[in-house]
């Protein structure tokens, strides 16, 4: 049972989500810029953004909001929302179910809660510190053990890195970790999977942290960690890590 505020948070996602859905379903006619090489922005995505930061803003006033697509509300709880408003855009404006709506609070030590919707999945992840992991509603059942025999780690690389460093990330996770690789094009998809069980843990490259943060609280609940030490981590960094259970951290030191 979530407590009012984190309830109202999963509202305001599931709110989002219905705002999204809108404009997928109508997807041939939305406009799509780029930020970048295979990076991707739609009206959709400043749409839903703005409605979260106001929402968000009207029920925490005192926290700060920080989003991909440029909300910047500054704070003085010393609590910030961190906002993707669209993660997966590329998979959105090509008619793929695989994105989600992510909204992570973060702390001065790091995440404490997050609400990831991926409405076109029917997918409501929730979770954090003092609030089990929940799909939907439900609590998500113990994950079973890792066995390295049939293993399979998702894998996120930002159309940033160079290509030479994210062939030498394949080719490490299939040459030296000998297990089976998954792109689904979207962080919080690749790490709803691990809480779901589809896979064992995810490496990412050059990952914004608003991709990640509304996701890492409830999972963190499930004993998945990940190798950001948020004290010398800040909001605006991009992120080389990998995210799983004890385990998958170990096997993953060979990556290095």
């Known amino acids: 049972m979530l407590n009012d505020q984190y309830a109202r948070v999963n509202s305001i996602a599931v709110e989002a989500g219905q705002i999204a859905l809108q404009h997928f379903r109508t997807i041939s006619t939305i406009d799509v810029e780029s930020k970048g090489p295979l990076d991707l922005v739609t009206v959709a995505d400043r749409e839903v953004e703005g409605f979260i930061c106001s929402e968000l803003t009207r029920a925490f006033p005192d926290d700060g909001v920080f989003g991909e697509e440029g909300s910047t509300v500054t704070g003085t709880s010393g609590r910030t929302w961190v906002i993707d408003p669209i993660d997966g855009t590329f998979n959105f404006v090509r008619g793929s179910k695989d994105w989600g709506i992510s909204i992570g609070l973060f702390e001065k030590d ?115 960690l990940t190798t950001i030490d948020w004290r010398t981590t800040g909001l605006a960094q991009k992120l080389d890590f990998v995210c799983g259970n004890a385990d998958i951290l170990s096997v993953a030191k060979r990556l290095d």
């Open 110 to 224: 790091g995440p404490v809660f997050g609400a990831v919707n991926a409405p076109a999945r029917c997918e409501l992840f929730c979770g954090g510190r003092g609030n089990a992991a929940l799909m939907n509603g439900e609590r998500l059942p113990a994950l079973r053990p890792f066995d390295g025999k049939s293993a399979a780690i998702g894998v996120g690389i930002h159309p940033n890195i160079p290509k030479q460093e994210g062939l030498k990330l394949l080719a490490g996770i299939v040459n030296d970790l000998n297990v089976a690789y998954r792109v689904t094009g979207s962080s919080v998809i690749s790490l709803i999977d691990i809480a779901t069980g589809a896979v064992d843990g995810y490496v990412g490259r050059g990952i914004p942290c608003w991709d990640i943060l509304g996701m890492l609280p409830g999972l963190e609940q499930m004993g998945i």
